[in-house]
T-cell receptor, first 114, second 113 residues
């Protein structure tokens, strides 16, 4: 069975450019989470969705970040404009609502903003 | 907000040794989780704990939910080289913002053959 799929795996961009990270959750999972991991701040929850609806976006750092989930099988995290301090590994995870402790993580997207 | 303090930050051990690490919180959690992250991969859930005092094993791994609900412990017995990685604890308040996990900063484990 396919796990959580993220693309791209690596992204290098220049400051000011728009970045779009993509996630396909595990089929049948109805909760989706976006995390950011850095050496300084560890693993931070940015936003999570339940049944395609954003439930808590309090972790989104600022207005430059936005996330959408247009359907049950696809989500995007967009940064516009990107800044060097956005460089991090971004993980997407999915789970079945009601068992939300069992989150399955994707392999992550390593973002470098020059 | 809630914070988790995970210790030690890193460990260098010899193959075959036992490992202990712990996680403490300034507030109560109703669920404790332990994850392992290999280089270049996302975290993978190892053990989930739901009740204060609960002791759960997964192979050579044993984790405990502290009786105060503010801490948790993970032990690895007879370590092997593939145990290398970063171990994270995470706490959840099941009745608040369902699905939100607060993560510790991780314990990096190195096992020398």
């Amino acid at each position: 069975d396919a796990g959580v799929i993220q693309s791209p795996r690596h992204e290098v961009t220049e400051m000011g450019q728009e970045v779009t990270l993509r996630c396909k959750p595990i089929s049948g999972h109805n909760s989706l989470f976006w995390y950011r991991q850095t050496m300084m701040r560890g693993l931070e929850l940015l936003i999570y969705f339940n049944n395609n609806v954003p439930i808590d976006d309090s972790g989104m750092p600022e207005d430059r970040f936005s996330a959408k989930m247009p359907n049950a099988s696809f989500s995007t995290l967009k940064i516009q404009p990107s800044e060097p301090r956005d460089s991090a590994v971004y993980f997407c995870a999915s789970s079945i609502s009601g068992t939300t402790h069992t989150q399955y993580f994707g392999p992550g997207t390593r973002l470098t903003v020059l | 907000g809630q914070q988790l303090n995970q210790s030690p930050q890193s460990m260098f051990i010899q193959e075959g040794e036992d490992v202990s690490m712990n996680c403490t919180s300034s507030s109560i959690f109703n669920t404790w989780l332990w994850y392992k992250q290999d280089p270049g991969e996302g975290p993978v859930l190892l053990i989930a704990l739901y009740k204060a005092g609960e002791l759960t094993s997964n192979g050579r791994l044993t984790a405990q939910f502290g009786t105060t609900r503010k801490d948790s412990f993970l032990n690895i017995s007879a370590s092997i080289p593939s145990d290398v990685g970063i171990y994270f604890c995470a706490g959840q308040l099941r009745n608040f913002g369902a699905g939100k996990s607060t993560f510790g900063d991780g314990t990096t484990l190195t096992v020398k053959p």
